[in-house]
């Protein structure tokens, strides 16, 4: 199923995408899209039963906003220098554990939401990274089976990063992204069923049409089996709860100078094979 959220900002309703791709109402069937229904495979049944029956009643698109896929999120676990070929494009050594960092669940916005470029930045980066939404508490999880059976779904994230607050401005990288709106999310949750293998996934990023990424998450140095079981061993997860998997190479950061960071104005676009695409403008903060 792709289930996603769609409406104003904080009074959106859930929805899903049915097999012709048409947006369908569920406000009947859940309260929303969230770690309750994720957590509760009895209201998955419900909402699944409710598609085959087809009484799902039709939502015109045209002009209503969508929001993020996932409402009350509980943490954002990012993870860093996961793709080879970002590895490379650093001059970094390849690290022997995945490196951790938390993005604040109020940074998410909607997929074709405005992200806001902080006052005085000049180094405010695009990160397309496959997001992976949990379905349920995971605990020192010990096998990648047990890890795959907690992932509800994945879905399309940007970790906008602005490099000085995270590189130069001492500490670790929080400074430099958790700033207001760096997280776009979306468009929909494709649940897990629909992704058989996490690791075959293209993934791209235009920044005014100019093709910036363009690789496979067959790329990670941690698959995201290994993620949500390493993970595991130091928080938990809950239902809801989202991981960041990293982002592959073509980053500004990552390009000789002059470096194309992002301005006011600026149109970003990602996309990842099966889950759809963003496209987000930039605008001074």
């Not at 900002?9 to 369908?24: I, K, S």
């Not at 698109?61 to 970002?86: E, S, T």
Request: aromatic fraction near 6%; glycine fraction near 10%; charged fraction near 25%.
């Amino acid at each position: 199923m792709k289930l996603l959220r769609v409406g104003p900002a904080g009074a959106e309703r859930p929805a899903l995408l049915d097999e012709e791709g048409v947006l369908r109402d569920l406000s009947s069937v859940v309260r929303d899209v969230d770690g309750a229904l994720f957590g509760d495979a009895s209201v998955l049944d419900r909402v699944r039963a409710a598609l085959g029956a087809r009484i799902l009643p039709r939502l015109e698109p045209a002009g209503l906003r969508v929001g993020p896929p996932v409402a009350r999120i509980g943490k954002i676990v990012c993870v860093g220098l996961n793709y080879h070929g970002h590895v490379a494009e650093m001059g970094v050594r390849k690290p022997a554990e995945p490196a951790l960092f938390l993005k604040a669940p109020d940074t998410v916005v909607g997929p074709e939401d405005t992200v806001l470029i902080p006052p005085g930045s000049l180094r405010t980066d695009w990160e397309a990274e496959l997001a992976v939404v949990l379905g349920r508490t995971a605990r020192r999880l010990e096998t990648d089976e047990d890890a795959l059976a907690a992932v509800a779904g994945y879905t399309i994230s940007n970790d906008v990063s602005e490099r000085a607050y995270q590189l130069e401005r001492g500490g670790q990288w929080d400074k430099g992204k958790n700033c207001e709106t760096f997280n776009p999310l979306g468009p929909w949750l494709v649940t897990a069923d629909e992704i058989p293998d996490p690791q075959a996934l293209a993934i791209r990023t235009r920044v005014n049409g100019r093709l910036m990424q363009d690789s496979t998450t067959a790329d990670q140095i941690f698959p995201v089996a290994h993620l949500v079981c390493y993970i595991s061993q130091f928080m938990t997860l809950y239902p809801g709860d989202v991981i960041n998997t990293g982002t592959p190479a073509g980053v500004a950061l990552g390009r000789p100078e002059p470096r194309p960071y992002l301005r006011s104005g600026d149109l970003v676009e990602l996309e990842i094979e099966g889950l759809g695409g963003q496209r987000v403008q930039f605008k001074g903060g």
